[in-house]
C-alpha cells in the first residue's frame, strides 16, 4: 500500500537557527499534501498544505516544499522558536483538502529547539 | 477552522470493558473521522463516521470492535469494545467540510489495564 514515512525521526535545533523537516512518500496518485504539528497531549494541528500542482507554499515562518520528481516533501521553519517543538506529521490525500477518503500519516519527527 | 471536543479526555479500562468517546464539533461539518495513535506513533485512520448510515472501515478495523455513530452533522461517538491492553492508544475525532482540511480534536488517551 502506499507509504509516507520520514527520513529523520528526531531533529535538535538552535533557537533562531532554521528548521527543515523531511518526508518520502510511495503513491505518485496523492495530489495533497498537509504538515501537522502535534504538541504534547493535544491533536495535530494544521500548519500548511500543497497541492500537487505547485512546487512550493509558504506560510508565516514555514514554507512547505514538493519534489515530485522524486517524490519528497520539505516543511521549512525559519528562525526556529522554542514554541515550534513538538512532532511534526507530513500527511498526504488523493482528494484537494483532506475531506474526502483517508489522510495518510508519516512516521513523524520530533522537533527539539534549545534555548 | 472548527472547535472540536472529546470526552473523555483519558480513562483507564479494564480489560474485557468497552468505552464509548464522543466527539462534538461547534459547527456542521461534511466529514467526521475516527483515528487512533498509538503510544510514539503516527496516526491511523480507523473509519468514517456517515450521517444516518454505517460508517466505512478501513482495513484491520471492524465495526464489532469499534462501532461508531453519527446521529448528525456535529455529533459522533467510538465505542472500543471488549477491550485488551494493546487498545491502549490516542483516540482522536477529526472533521471537515467540502474542499477544506481536517481539524482534529483533543484526543481521548485510553489506558487499558
Known amino acids: 500500500g502506499e507509504n509516507v514515512g520520514l527520513h529523520l525521526p528526531t531533529l535538535s535545533v538552535q533557537e533562531g537557527d532554521n528548521s527543515i523537516i523531511n518526508c518520502a512518500y510511495s503513491?505518485?496518485?496523492?495530489?495533497?499534501f498537509i504538515w501537522y504539528k502535534q504538541e504534547s497531549g493535544k491533536g495535530p494541528q494544521f500548519i500548511i498544505d500543497?497541492?500537487?500542482?505547485?512546487d512550493k507554499r509558504q506560510g508565516q515562518r514555514v514554507t512547505v516544499l514538493l519534489n515530485k520528481t522524486v517524490k519528497h516533501l520539505s516543511l521549512q521553519i525559519a528562525a526556529t522558536q522554542p514554541g515550534d517543538s513538538a512532532v511534526y506529521f507530513c500527511?498526504?490525500?488523493?482528494?484537494?483538502?483532506?475531506?474526502?477518503?483517508?489522510?495518510?500519516f508519516g512516521k513523524g519527527t520530533k522537533l527539539s529547539v534549545k534555548p | 477552522s472548527a472547535v472540536i471536543s472529546q470526552k473523555p479526555s483519558r480513562d483507564i479500562c479494564q480489560r474485557g470493558t468497552s468505552l464509548t468517546i464522543q466527539c462534538q464539533v461547534d459547527?456542521?461539518?461534511?466529514?467526521m473521522f475516527w483515528y487512533r495513535q498509538q503510544p510514539g506513533q503516527s496516526l491511523t485512520l480507523i473509519a468514517t463516521?456517515?450521517?444516518?448510515?454505517?460508517?466505512?472501515?478501513e482495513s484491520g478495523f471492524v465495526i464489532d470492535k469499534f462501532p461508531i455513530s453519527r446521529p448528525n452533522l456535529t455529533f459522533s461517538t467510538l465505542t472500543v469494545s471488549n477491550m485488551s491492553p494493546e487498545d491502549s492508544s490516542i483516540y482522536l475525532c477529526?472533521?471537515?467540510?467540502?474542499?477544506?482540511?481536517?481539524?482534529f480534536g483533543p484526543g481521548t488517551r485510553l489506558t487499558v489495564t
Open positions: 500527511a498526504e490525500n488523493s482528494t484537494y483538502g483532506g475531506s474526502q477518503g483517508n489522510l495518510i
Open positions: 500543497i497541492r500537487s500542482n505547485m
Open positions: 459547527s456542521q461539518v461534511t466529514m
Open positions: 503513491n505518485s496518485a496523492s495530489d495533497y
Open positions: 477529526s472533521v471537515a467540510r467540502a474542499g477544506d482540511e481536517q481539524y
Open positions: 463516521a456517515n450521517q444516518g448510515s454505517e460508517a466505512t472501515y
